[in-house]
């Protein structure tokens, strides 16, 4: 199993430009997460989804849209790029509403700087 | 979710265990007590987590004391690849989407 993978790894990005993230699993996991990360700083919950279908709004949702058609991907789009939105962008996912837990599967990361 | 409060960083010299605590005293009932760990410029990597009883797994042992508003987690022979940022995470296995939240972690040092 691949696990999560992201799309791209690295980006640079002029303000105002646009640019859509993927995160793909394949645990079947129900539940799906986009983190950002700054320097120095711990992961901030962007937006996450319960399934396919669904998403919802996390801690630090501005500027960021997401999409999750299939249940093995979710989509962050970054419709006009500002330079606040340099960062290491995190995708995540977990087990769906049996489990008793939440241990969270991680991606690789996508480094991307908006000049 | 109960917050949690950890020392910003800690040495431990190669071979030996390492003690991570954290505090978490407004902890409830039905919450969890997470940990992960952030290898530098890697995505978070799950370590253990725990209830009320102590628990171990092939990574780390978990202590949660009887009152749950402390706990401590351990890696048996710190190595150097165990360098990192490690985060105690507490939250309830209920709620819509169970996300963690992360504060800022202890940044371990592991010392040749």
């Known amino acids: 199993n691949a696990g999560v993978t992201q799309t791209p790894k690295f980006r640079v990005l002029k303000t105002g430009q646009s640019m859509t993230l993927l995160c793909a699993q394949d645990?079947?996991?129900?539940?799906m997460y986009w983190y950002r990360q700054d320097p120095g700083m711990g992961l901030r919950l962007i937006h996450y989804s319960v399934g396919e279908g669904t998403t919802a709004k996390g801690e630090v949702p501005d500027g960021y849209n997401v999409s999750r058609l299939k249940k093995q991907n979710f989509l962050l789009g970054l419709e006009s790029a500002a330079p606040s939105q340099t960062s290491v962008y995190f995708c995540a996912s977990s087990h769906g509403a049996g489990a008793s837990y939440n241990e969270q599967f991680f991606g690789p990361g996508t480094r991307l700087t908006v000049l | 979710d109960a917050k949690t409060t950890q020392p910003p960083s800690m040495d431990c010299a190669e071979g030996r265990a390492a003690n991570l605590p954290c505090n978490h005293s407004t902890i409830s009932g039905n919450e969890y007590v997470y940990w992960y760990r952030q290898i530098h410029s890697q995505g978070p990597q799950y370590i253990i987590h725990g209830l009320k009883n102590n628990e171990t797994n092939e990574m780390a042992s978990l202590i949660i004391t009887e009152d749950r508003k402390s706990s401590t987690l351990i890696l048996p022979h710190a190595t150097l690849r165990d360098t990192a940022v490690y985060y105690c995470?507490?939250?309830?296995?209920?709620?819509?989407?169970?996300?963690?939240?992360f504060g800022s972690g202890t940044q371990l040092t592991v010392l040749p």
């Open positions: 995470i507490v939250r309830g296995s209920s709620g819509s989407a169970r996300q963690l939240t």
């Open positions: 645990m079947n996991h129900e539940y």
